[in-house]
């Protein structure tokens, strides 16, 4: 069942490409003559001659769904989201901890921490435990059976880590995680850049051109 979720992901992904611009460069019969990636797919980042900036953006773009994939695929089997995943986490790293201190390791709000651990507690991931000394704060801890399937989960992650990148050098992989940190630092104002220099000189869509 997972697997067939992947490949429907995949299917829509060949046909947005670079960015999403695919199908406009498939009416174009430009993807007709563009080379073919692995896969059998055309390269239509290559055919509208898109540069090195915009290609890596292009293959974000198509990595993201597929990586949701995975996430969901966590969730719904496993009731471990991104977001939870984070809290297991740091409660391995730390040991039991003040429900603010988690705030900060995690770094949400303490309205957001409150509802993850709520949900965490009612599943039987983690449990409240009073301080010894402060009866206003509470202590977060990691139950038995959590510490057990958060080391088997950490484990596969592990091995489809390192089967994901299996043979690629250390150095690109170092190189890669510098990459992704600086694209990581600069998203939110590149984003709000971009998106004001569109507002500022907006396209006009085809259903623009529609008469009224």
Not at 33 to 43: I, L, N, W, Y
Not at 169 to 196: C, K, M, N, T, Y
Request: no cysteine; aromatic share 2%; glycine share 10%.
């Amino acid at each position: 069942m997972e697997t067939r979720g992947v490949e429907t992901e995949s299917v829509s992904i060949d046909r947005t490409d670079a960015g999403g611009a695919g199908s406009a460069g498939t009416e174009a019969g430009g993807a007709a003559s563009a080379r073919a990636e692995a896969g059998g797919r055309a390269d239509l980042s290559s055919a509208l001659g898109l540069d090195t900036a915009a290609r890596v953006m292009g293959k974000l773009f198509a990595l993201a769904p597929r990586l949701v994939e995975v996430q969901d695929l966590g969730a719904r089997e496993y009731g471990m989201s991104y977001a939870r995943g984070r809290v297991v986490a740091a409660l391995t790293v730390s040991g039991p901890v003040l429900m603010r201190a988690l705030s900060e390791a995690v770094g949400v709000t303490a309205r957001t921490i409150t509802g993850l651990i709520d949900a965490l507690e009612k599943d039987g991931w983690v449990e409240r435990r009073a301080h010894p000394t402060d009866r206003r704060a509470t202590i977060i801890a990691l139950t038995p059976a959590a510490e057990v399937a958060f080391a088997k989960l950490n484990q596969s992650y592990g091995h489809l880590s390192r089967d994901l990148v299996s043979g690629i050098p250390e150095a690109d992989l170092h190189a890669a995680l510098r990459v992704i940190e600086h694209i990581s630092a600069r998203l939110d104002d590149a984003i709000s850049r971009g998106v004001a220099a569109i507002e500022a000189d907006p396209p006009r869509l085809p259903q623009d051109h529609r008469p009224p």
